[in-house]
């Protein structure tokens, strides 16, 4: 299996944007916390959410190959494990019309969405950090759509039906995943 120090230096090879990097980065962290959670392979998802949005720069006017891109470069670096590729491409699938299918694939779709509404929540503390947001602050914030309107709250929801965690503990993991990672991404 592709490395994480592979996976990290094929994203920076392709991606640009600090931002997009960061988010990259809070991804792959809360991917991690989740395949603990469901105890299975952490290094496997965690590179999952590190590489779904690497091609982004490539693709953003392209949407269907979103995603796809990604993953026919990670073959290309001789990775042949299905689940892996599949996770990496299926990020991309809802342009498609398809939807995640297997735990991984809807791990990804419902963190995806809520590391950005978690980071907005960050940016409105007064020291602009992670180590300020509590799990309450962001669940206050949850309900509020003209707040980081961009975060589909209806993706994050999927977490209770999709993969049997209740909001408030989904938000648990994920926050505490970020801030984890705070130095890496800034926060």
């Known amino acids: 299996m592709i490395t994480r120090d592979q996976a990290?230096?094929?994203l920076t090879s392709k991606m640009q944007s600090h931002n997009l990097r960061r988010h990259c980065?809070?991804?792959?962290?809360?991917?991690?916390?989740?395949?603990?959670?469901?105890?299975t392979?952490?290094?496997?998802?965690g590179i999952v959410g590190l590489l779904h949005d690497g091609d982004y720069e490539f693709t953003k006017d392209d949407?269907?190959?979103?995603?796809?891109?990604?993953?026919?470069?990670?073959?290309?670096?001789?990775?042949?494990?299905?689940?892996?590729?599949?996770?990496?491409?299926?990020h991309g699938w809802f342009h498609q019309g398809k939807l995640p299918q297997t735990q991984m694939q809807w791990a990804l779709f419902c963190c995806d969405e809520l590391t950005g509404l978690i980071v907005a929540c960050a940016l409105v503390q007064p020291a602009k950090k992670l180590a300020d947001v509590t799990v309450e602050s962001v669940l206050k914030k949850f309900p509020q759509k003209s707040f980081a309107a961009g975060a589909k709250r209806e993706d994050i929801l999927l977490c209770e039906?999709?993969?049997g965690i209740k909001l408030?503990?989904?938000?648990?993991?994920?926050?505490?995943?970020?801030?984890?990672?705070?130095?890496?991404i800034g926060l």
Do not use: C, Y
Request: proline letters at 1%; aromatic letters at 8%; charged letters at 30%.
């Open 8 to 10: 990290w230096d094929l």
């Open 161 to 163: 039906e999709k993969l």
């Open 63 to 90: 949407s269907v190959n979103h995603a796809k891109l990604m993953a026919d470069w990670v073959r290309e670096l001789s990775e042949t494990d299905p689940e892996l590729l599949e996770g990496i491409e299926s």
């Open 168 to 184: 408030e503990d989904f938000v648990k993991i994920a926050l505490t995943a970020m801030q984890s990672v705070a130095s890496e």
């Open 41 to 45: 392979d952490a290094q496997k998802w």
């Open 25 to 39: 980065l809070s991804v792959e962290a809360v991917m991690r916390a989740l395949a603990k959670h469901f105890e």
